[in-house]
């Protein structure tokens, strides 16, 4: 079945170490989004790309970025990970152009 | 900007009865989408309904209808005959018809169906 894969689906990472969360897709979708969903909260827009297009949303911190390097992955690099940041990230896919969007199954990041 | 609301934290109703979740929104653009997405616990969000805001006729999908509201900037699901299986946080969504779709989403409402 085509769909969103996320990996790893929980990450424990340290407050101020590095983390990688990984979205893969098999959908071949031209726009992969990231939002972020803090507990019991509203999911919300990080950025998106659009083929190799990063467009960036303007309250993003500069501590998130992100890298997709090819039509299938997207990666959502956290480079000093703070409390706050503890968080389900979802990713997802959809067409340009098009009408719906396809979520994966998220990432719960878990900062000590 | 846009921005939705759902005035409803948490609803619960018993199995088989009809349940309807509100949302409002608010935009000074034409042209958009309107969704309800729902998330059932530790699993991943789908879209249940979605609802063009050119089309004037409300959208069903088997047990799920809206009732929108352009005028009002009202946008309710309803779900007929509630299953076990409707127990999830339920969003409301927004975002305007362009290229890549900026989702805006409302809230929440955690449903529960009681047997």
């Known amino acids: 079945d085509a769909m969103v894969i996320q990996n790893p689906r929980y990450q424990v990472t340290q407050f101020g170490k590095p983390v990688t969360l990984s979205c893969s897709q098999t959908?071949?979708?031209?726009?992969m989004y990231w939002y972020q969903q803090k507990s019991s909260q509203a999911p919300k827009l990080l950025f998106h790309y659009y083929d190799k297009d990063f467009n960036n949303e303007a309250d993003t911190p500069d501590n998130f970025q992100s890298r997709r390097p090819n039509t299938s992955f997207c990666f959502l690099d956290i480079r000093s990970p703070g409390l706050g940041d503890a968080a389900m990230y979802l990713c997802?896919?959809?067409?340009?152009?098009?009408?719906?969007?396809?979520f994966g199954p998220g990432t719960r990041l878990l900062v000590l | 900007a846009q921005t939705v609301t759902q005035s409803q934290p948490e609803m619960s109703v018993q199995e088989a009865e009809t349940v309807t979740l509100s949302c409002t929104y608010d935009?000074?653009?034409?042209?958009?989408?309107l969704f309800w997405y729902k998330q059932p616990p530790s699993r991943q969000m789908i879209l249940v309904i979605r609802q063009e805001a050119y089309k004037q006729q409300n959208a069903t999908e088997n047990r799920f209808s809206v009732n929108f509201q352009k005028a009002a900037k009202s946008f309710s699901l309803k779900i007929s005959d509630s299953q076990l299986g409707d127990t999830a946080m339920y969003f409301c969504?927004?975002?305007?018809?362009?290229?890549?779709?900026?989702?805006?989403f409302g809230q929440g409402t955690r449903l529960t169906i009681n047997p």
């Open positions: 969504a927004f975002t305007l018809i362009q290229g890549a779709q900026k989702l805006v």
């Open positions: 935009t000074s653009e034409n042209n958009y989408y």
């Open positions: 997802a896919t959809g067409e340009f152009g098009g009408e719906t969007q396809y």
């Open positions: 959908l071949n979708h031209n726009v």
